[in-house]
């Protein structure tokens, strides 16, 4: 009888071991551009069961999750989704910067030794090659031995390329130009059958034929503000940016099929095609894991353009709440309920419109960069003569070395003076010199940010941010790229295989996503990663 019962705990011992080795089928990576924590909580009743409660509440949401630097904007965040780490680290400092090596501006994607494949030649410019560090994506190709398929796609090049890696089986963008999904030739040399397809099909065409209205009643829209606001943007050939939105008689003068991106059908399309590679790929039909890598841009566009409390962008996420919806039940169709895995989250938050906060009382405005820049060449003179010291001016300040030495200037001291200098301009909070940022360790909240913002071979001589609730932008709309909180969180939710239901209130950040799926496959870290597993999400 002993041996029976010893028999029986070696064989549930062993069963428990092989359960502990499983790996899900399927990890879906979704981010969503310029998704703000709170539009979960703001916009929960207006969601149905299926969509963002489904991962809210049968999976695990990290309510206190939060970027951990300053450069809070698409490219850097993708980069930080999907390597575990910061800017400091994986080298994508913003969208696009200004390169001290190459002596111009540089986009975070670009790749000038590759063509356009399945597209117009200008947009096929693009591959991951400007990563310092690899992505999880990287990681699961090489520990499966290249058989794990990874797949990604985005509206933008940058939210495709980065996340799928340096070894993606395939990564696709929207072509303005063309209405249709490209890569280039980093990737492969013609687009696949399944694409050329869906191309075929010609969604973008015929989703621009759309009327673009509120998929609710008005009445139901009481967690945004008034739909005709001064602060919202809108449509060229439309006088008010109010519901209904006729696209078949606003897209020629709005770019034709670069104004798909701006309409709730940019996501539309971007879910078709996540549909169509889950099936025609055969993603999650075997043992051996695969990643789909879904970043859905078209939040960002609207958000630009209207804001965060106008009626569109609520629109927006009750329509993309269906679209998650829709994503996960074909999901439980093709690869099962409890085979995969799926993580949400954001490449940055977003702020209010700095003057409809100015104008409510708030010490919130828009900087005066000409005025900045100005000021800070004005003072240079004054304290080292005539003279054009600064190779680039922006928030990220370049001086021109060359000039500094031919006139005997000591760097760090010319640092430390614009540093200084620029903290006394109306709208700049905090400018720190590049070598305090590589020589110290910071651990106070913004400089910390700052730090983990700044690249040694990428960043400036200066490195600044602005004051809590003050953007660079105009008067309609609103902007990102701050330090602060309402730039900073943003949603983390983790689903399905391997995932403990709850949620946690601790601060949880960016880079932690990585490394938690590089648990649950039971792989390796990316090169560079930085951040932690969520220990709390994990069963």
């Not at 509120?214 to 439309?238: I, M, Q």
């Not at 008010?240 to 003068?253: A, H, I, V």
């Not at 005025?371 to 010291?389: A, C, H, V, W």
Request: overall charge negative.
């Amino acid at each position: 009888m002993k041996r029976i019962v010893l028999s029986i705990f070696a064989l549930g011992l062993i069963f428990n071991l092989k359960a502990q080795n499983e790996q899900p089928k399927l990890v879906v990576g979704i981010v969503v551009d310029q998704m703000k924590q709170e539009y979960l909580w703001r916009f929960e009743n207006d969601f149905g069961d299926g969509g963002f409660k489904r991962l809210m509440y049968d999976g695990f949401m990290a309510k206190n999750a939060h970027y951990n630097y300053s450069n809070t904007s698409t490219g850097p965040g993708h980069a930080s989704v999907y390597t575990g780490t910061t800017p400091s680290i994986h080298g994508i400092v913003n969208n696009s910067w200004y390169s001290k090596k190459l002596k111009r501006g540089v986009y975070c994607a670009e790749d000038k030794s590759v063509i356009a494949v399945g597209g117009s030649a200008d947009n096929g410019l693009i591959s991951p090659v400007n990563l310092y560090s690899s992505t999880i994506t990287d990681e699961l190709k090489m520990s499966t031995q290249q058989k794990g398929k990874v797949i990604a796609m985005s509206i933008k090049d940058r939210g495709s390329a980065l996340p799928g890696g340096h070894l993606s089986d395939g990564s696709y963008w929207y072509d303005s130009k063309t209405g249709n999904f490209m890569t280039s030739s980093y990737y492969m040399d013609e687009l696949p059958g399944w694409v050329k397809f869906f191309n075929d099909n010609k969604y973008a065409d015929q989703y621009l034929n759309e009327t673009w209205n509120l998929v609710k009643p008005v009445s139901a829209y009481t967690e945004s503000g008034e739909d005709n606001s001064p602060y919202e943007g809108g449509f060229r050939g439309k006088d008010t940016p109010t519901f209904p939105y006729n696209l078949k008689e606003l897209r020629s003068s709005n770019g034709n099929f670069s104004m798909l991106p701006s309409t709730p059908w940019g996501n539309t399309i971007l879910t078709e095609l996540a549909l169509t590679a889950l099936n025609v790929e055969d993603l999650g039909s075997d043992d051996i894991p695969d990643f789909l890598a879904i970043s859905y841009s078209s939040t960002d566009y609207v958000g630009h353009n209207f804001g965060p409390q106008s009626k569109e962008v609520q629109d927006m996420y009750i329509r993309l709440d269906m679209e998650i919806e829709r994503l996960l039940n074909e999901l439980d169709e093709k690869v099962g309920k409890g085979n995969y895995v799926v993580f949400l989250s954001a490449d940055h938050a977003v702020a209010e419109n700095s003057k409809r906060m100015n104008e409510s009382g708030f010490k919130y405005d828009n900087l005066n960069s000409r005025g900045f820049s100005n000021y800070i060449k004005e003072e240079l003179t004054k304290e080292y003569g005539e003279g054009e010291l600064i190779e680039n001016f922006g928030l990220d300040l370049f001086f021109d070395h060359a000039q500094l030495k031919a006139k005997g200037i000591d760097l760090y001291e010319i640092q430390l003076f614009v540093a200084q200098k620029a903290m006394q301009y109306p709208g700049i909070y905090m400018a720190i010199p590049g070598i305090d940022l590589t020589r110290n360790s910071y651990n106070q909240h913004i400089q910390q940010l700052m730090q983990n913002a700044y690249h040694p071979k990428e960043s400036g001589d200066v490195k600044m941010v602005l004051e809590p609730g003050w953007q660079g932008g105009g008067s309609r709309g609103t902007g990102h790229g701050n330090p602060w909180t309402y730039d900073t969180h943003i949603p983390v939710l983790f689903y399905g295989w391997g995932i403990q239901s709850g949620n946690s209130v601790r601060e949880i950040h960016i880079t932690d996503i990585a490394p938690t799926i590089s648990m649950l496959l039971n792989m390796r870290l990316p090169s560079g990663a930085t951040g932690q597993p969520v220990y709390e999400a994990i069963k």
